[in-house]
Each structure stands twice: as C-alpha cells, then as structure tokens.
Nanobody, 123 residues
Framework: QVQLVESGGGLVQAGGSLRLSCAAS????????MGWFRQAPGKEREFVAAIWWSSGITTYVDSVKGRFTISRDNAQKMMYLQMNSLNPEDTAVYYCAAAQRTYPVGAADYDYWGQGTQVTVSS
C-alpha cells in the first residue's frame, strides 16, 4: 500500500501562485509514476500532470503547460505542483495519485489516491 497526503491548497486571486505538495509513504518503491489530477464541481476528474519517479520525465495537460510545474524529491518521497498565473478555471479539488504501471493513460490506471486539497481562484 501507498499512502498519499496532499497539502498547500487555498484561496488565491487570479494571477497568483500556489504550491501543492504530496507526501508519499508506505511501499512507494512499487509506484513508477506520480500524478496530479483535479476535479471541479459538476465535472469529471481531469489529468493535470505526471512525473516518472526514476527519470523525472514530465507530462502536462495542454491547459496548464507553461504555468504549472511538477517536480519530485525522491529522497524525501515528495511530489510538488507549482502553479503560477492561476485563473478561476483552475478552481478544483486537486488530487495526488500514484501508478504502478509504467505508462498510465488515465485516472483508472492510478492505484493510490490522496484525499485531495481545495484550490480556489477568485476573479
């Protein structure tokens, strides 16, 4: 089992920044990919970004490219999401997730999830 705990959410004005953190514990060596997802009210859960633990390779959804940066600290078993130039459309609950497979495609391919942290961007 892998336990994931997010932190860093909050209320910010449009144009502002937030940094989300995800602390991983347990059998973290079984996870190959870590990701961030978000879910806005009335919408489906959406992929935001992912990072491969070993290589550090990253991928992003188009809507956040150039604004969000995903990173990890292997030694501390931490993952981060630096979010800049936030806009109201970024308002959602943000979830940290871990996948055991090498190439997860969507949310269903992630095996472990955190409880989520709320990000609210005011206009």
């Amino acid at each position: 089992q892998v336990q994931l705990v997010e932190s860093g959410g909050g209320l910010v004005q449009a144009g502002g920044s937030l940094r989300l953190s995800c602390a991983a514990s347990g059998r973290t060596f079984s996870s190959k990919v870590m990701g961030w997802f978000r879910q806005a009210p009335g919408k489906e859960r959406e992929f935001v970004a992912a990072i491969w633990w070993s290589s550090g390779i990253t991928t992003y959804v188009d809507s956040v490219k150039g604004r969000f940066t995903i990173s990890r600290d292997n030694a501390q078993k931490m993952m981060y999401l630096q979010m800049n130039s936030l806009n109201p459309e970024d308002t959602a609950v943000y979830y940290c997730a871990a996948a055991q497979r090498t190439y997860p495609v969507g949310a269903a391919d992630y095996d472990y999830w955190g409880q989520g942290t709320q990000v609210t961007v005011s206009s």
